[in-house]
């Protein structure tokens, strides 16, 4: 493991000028170039600061470090304290400018490290620098968000079963969290989306007191978490033998527009954009443009939402070995929303879906 | 509920001028002024923007949210649509004035702005303007409080007497994780701290695979959830018949530092830093002072750490309704650590611990 730090910090500093730093404020950029973990991430427990001759993992000294002989551990996070560490390496290494990463450091932040150097150049660097060999992942980090996938494909599998008339979606993701480590997950990535009924038209719907009835729609939208890499799924299904037509003619169309956006991943280069395209085009034929309000999914790892963005405005290539999300979806409000999803692992021939298990 | 949030909002227009606005950018602020809640911080739901004449919620429409008559809502949340939301505001209203709040606002936030608004003054807002009422809990948040506490307090007295020999602390964690909605928790709010041993000697310990063995110390911190309000509470304990002379010697200094805190809160009036002081006094009298490596305590309610902060340098006057906690620690670098913490009440003439149930 020595050395795959190493070789992340390595690679980024490639991308960076002998009097040029970079600051890492992401939680986990910082975890995939340090191995530092985040207790409480929106508290700023570590930073990263890079530069051609160091990297400096600047902690609270609350938290587990390593004990990498490639990282300088600088203890004291807060901005005066991180103002001040960046101060000496600066010093020390003659740097001109730093690169931040404007996307998730804060202004108060910045205003500490300005504060020290008025004559010091402060820009943003484009984070494409930061995570752009984050998005292919390692064999050892396919191998997480595998078994992260797995535990959540039998999550789902298994819940299905124990869904009855009359269960809330409040009692039902307390069943799914006691499922969670009997299939080898440590956590959940992300709140477990619950929605029956119309409550599915929203999809970011939370788990309450509603009850399920029969002949109902079901969504369920989860990721556990498996050494800190993460899982996406969703399913919608009817609870009952009877569907409405209109179910059965949305599934039919989220489900093709799933499968034609799955298919376009054989094309040896294709950009993101092109694949929500690919599903967001076979919606709009059937007239459901306005229904599918999100995009055709994400990459995933050590965040649930991470680069690239399957969005009709991103123009990044899609790589081997990248692991993102397919869930194309169509919102009816006041009567159902439909999502279909499966985190899939991009191959040079296509893709394998790694939550199918059904 | 209607007039919690209406009466929230209007406390904070108090403080602020005809012309001016404020942008909140804290989830949890933004949650205890509109009643919005999050499914993932990190991502930027919502943000709220307040003025004397309307509030508006500026949210990605994925996720629930209210129906207050006072209140805007408005759809989209990205940086970009942000600063649209707010120019029509400014517009509309004539203000001269953005405040922000420069702990939590991206700086790639306040860009899109900046941008937008090449001659209005954006100025940093003290964020005690924001949170200062946020502190004093009303007492539909003390209640809620009070069970979240209810709830930790059993779970641990209820793992005390689940460990063996030769657990380790992972397993303890999914033991816990287990006991969380038995005693009425919506989940956690924090990840537990197990540290067995020389662990204990990290604050922030996170459960590995490290055994349990006999005669040796065992921490375990945690906080449980209930309708968003958190608990904190740790406990340190000798596992064996066996205690250290150096543990008891340890425990018996932090539980009087802990004691010495919670008497002082019967003074009628008392600032965050006398309170740290009467921790920190008794520690360093018994030549500790560099092994309590942390402040005396911390408020908590919809976030686990808000302010008031009781830490040595926060001038900031205790007050009634007030939840805290006291927690002072010593630790003991390849030895152990040793933490005793309650939630507690602030009341008129005293404290009352909620997590007190040993």
Redesign the interface.
């Known amino acids: 493991m020595n050395n795959t730090f190493q070789n992340r910090i390595n690679k980024l500093r490639e991308r960076i000028e002998n009097n040029q730093s970079l600051l890492l404020s992401s939680?986990s950029d910082i975890t995939y170039y340090t191995d530092f973990?985040f207790?409480?991430?929106?508290?700023r427990?570590a930073f990263a600061f890079i530069t051609k001759n160091s990297a400096s993992l600047i902690h609270?000294?609350?938290?587990?470090i390593g004990d990498y002989p490639f990282i300088d551990y600088l203890k004291g996070s807060y901005p005066n304290q991180l103002a001040n560490h960046i101060e000496k390496i600066i010093d020390k290494e003659k740097i001109e400018e730093i690169l931040?990463d404007?996307?998730?450091?804060?202004?108060?932040e910045?205003?500490a490290i300005k504060e020290k150097f008025t004559d010091l150049k402060v820009n943003?660097c484009d984070t494409a620098i930061i995570q752009n060999f984050r998005n292919i992942k390692e064999p050892v980090e396919i191998e997480q968000i595998k078994k992260a996938c797995i535990a959540t494909a039998l999550v789902i599998e298994e819940i299905k079963n124990e869904l009855f008339e009359g269960i809330t979606e409040y009692e039902t993701k307390?069943k799914i969290?006691?499922l969670i480590?009997k299939h080898g997950a440590d956590?959940l990535a992300?709140?477990t989306?619950i929605a029956f009924g119309s409550n599915s038209a929203?999809?970011?719907?939370?788990p309450n007191d509603k009850k399920l009835e029969n002949n109902m729609a079901v969504l369920i939208d989860m990721g556990t978490k498996v050494s800190g890499y993460c899982s996406d799924m969703t399913r919608t299904f009817w609870f009952g033998n009877n569907p409405s037509k209109k179910f059965l003619e949305i599934e039919k169309i989220v489900r093709a527009a799933y499968q034609a956006t799955f298919e376009k991943l054989k094309k040896p280069t294709i950009k993101a954009k092109d694949l929500d395209n690919a599903a967001r085009a076979l919606i709009s034929n059937k007239g459901y443009a306005e229904k599918f309000?999100?995009t055709t999914g994400h990459g995933l790892g050590l965040s649930?939402?991470e680069q690239p963005s399957i969005s009709w405005s991103n123009v990044a290539e899609i790589y081997p070995n990248m692991t993102i999300t397919i869930e194309p979806g169509i919102y009816l409000e006041n009567e159902f929303g439909y999502r279909y999803e499966n985190t899939v692992l991009v191959t040079e021939d296509g893709a394998v879906e790694l939550t199918l298990q059904d």
């Open positions: 939680s973990n207790l409480l991430p929106e508290e427990e609270t000294s609350f938290s587990p931040i404007a996307e998730t450091l804060f202004v108060a910045l205003n943003n307390i969290d006691k480590e956590g992300f709140p989306i929203l999809p970011h719907h939370q309000v999100h649930i939402h």
